[in-house]
């Protein structure tokens, strides 16, 4: 074999993100055609990453509907991605992470057996039903997988205790700080109005996202009081939020927080512009995953909006601090880090466990070894 086709298969914004750079180091490498494949699980978050970071796409599922279900984008996911399969023949698809899309993704690999690739491996709650439906979608994944690339030392670990070979497991980095380096520049300009209006240098700015399914009704009560608390507790502090566009989302939001003006309700932003949003705040509190790997990198220390977290290599290295949904807990965390600034600058400085931006090459270098393309296998990440 001197050759070798490899497909990627993703369909939302984060997955796009973090395969960005990837899809960029396979095009480059003369031993390997690469087929890009998009479900549009996600349409235009999805397409603005894509215009980004100039993804050409071979094969566009365009999936999307009003109001889809989980049952609506794993059937339509599987009949259309099938028919591709069958028409590329590739030698190894590449899934990331823990969408609907990944795990059908998997899952039609495995019924045209094909070889799997699962990016981002072995992250773990050990809830199946938080974050929903993700901690499933990426256990199967696991399950599924030929390669499983784990962005940590304790993510390989979680495999092997599921009983992964571990000849199967590679420890990566995450391939999110290869993108992140790429986009965040310290002379940005925001192009948002509302982002261009605020007093940078004045105020102590905190960017905040929160969509998460099981957060919806009371979590969200919970955590946009606490926002109200804050601000009020500090008379620096200004709230940005990008609302995500489910409506049960938006509609918590402007019902909680409207009327303050120290919180700016935004629509979402293209990921250039996020990510240097992310690099300008003064801290960030979240219930996504993804925003607990990139904030480290960029030295900003994260309160995590939610009862558990998969991302536990960064509790344990101080740079992000799981403080769950209830108001009383969010603003003792918030007030600390306005007020104590040896433990705002613990969270700031600590080392981030999860890369140095060299993930996808690691990535690369693995599949050319796995399919005897590289006599050398390269060297794991050592980190997390």
């Not at 709650?125 to 696991?142: A, I, Q, V």
Request: glycine content about 6%; some cysteine.
């Amino acid at each position: 074999m001197d050759k070798i086709k490899v497909m990627t298969v993703f369909g939302t914004r984060p997955e796009a993100i973090k395969m960005a750079p990837l899809i960029k180091e396979l095009k480059l490498n003369k031993n390997i055609e690469c087929v890009v494949t998009v479900t549009a699980q996600h349409r235009e978050m999805l397409d603005q990453v894509l215009n980004l970071f100039e993804i050409r796409t071979d094969y566009d599922l365009d999936i999307m509907s009003n109001q889809q279900t989980l049952v609506d984008i794993t059937v339509n996911v599987l009949k259309k991605l099938d028919l591709v399969i069958k028409k590329e023949t590739p030698d190894l698809i590449l899934v990331h992470g823990d969408t609907t899309t990944t795990l059908i993704g998997a899952l039609s690999s495995y019924y045209n057996q094909i070889d799997i690739g699962h990016v981002e491996a072995g992250l773990r709650t050990n809830n199946k039903y938080s974050p929903f439906p993700e901690e499933m979608n990426r256990h199967l994944t696991g399950v599924l997988a030929d390669l499983n690339f784990a962005p940590t030392i304790n993510n390989k670990k979680n495999l092997l205790e599921e009983n992964i070979s571990e000849d199967k497991i590679f420890v990566t980095g995450n391939t999110v700080i290869d993108a992140i380096k790429e986009v965040v520049k310290d002379n940005y300009q925001f192009q948002n109005e509302n982002l261009k209006e605020i007093n940078w240098q004045g105020k102590k700015v905190i960017l905040m996202t929160a969509h998460r399914r099981e957060n919806i009704g009371k979590g969200f009560k919970e955590i946009f009081k606490a926002v109200n608390t804050i601000i009020k507790n500090n008379p620096t502090a200004e709230f940005v939020f990008p609302l995500h566009l489910n409506p049960l989302v938006r509609k918590a939001a402007y019902k909680y927080l409207k009327a303050n003006d120290k919180v700016h309700l935004i629509e979402p932003l293209v990921y250039e512009e996020f990510a240097n949003l992310m690099n300008r705040a003064y801290f960030i509190m979240t219930d996504s995953g993804g925003i607990q790997e990139e904030a480290p990198g960029l030295g900003k220390p994260v309160l995590v909006l939610r009862d558990t977290t998969e991302r536990q290599e960064a509790v344990e290295a101080g740079t992000v601090k799981k403080v769950g949904v209830k108001e009383k807990n969010i603003v003792r965390e918030a007030d600390r880090l306005f007020k104590n600034r040896k433990a705002y600058l613990q969270m700031a400085e600590a080392i981030n466990p999860y890369g140095d931006g060299k993930a996808v090459q690691r990535i690369v270098d693995f599949i050319l070894f796995r399919y005897k393309l590289k006599g050398v296998k390269p060297e794991s990440f050592q980190g997390g």
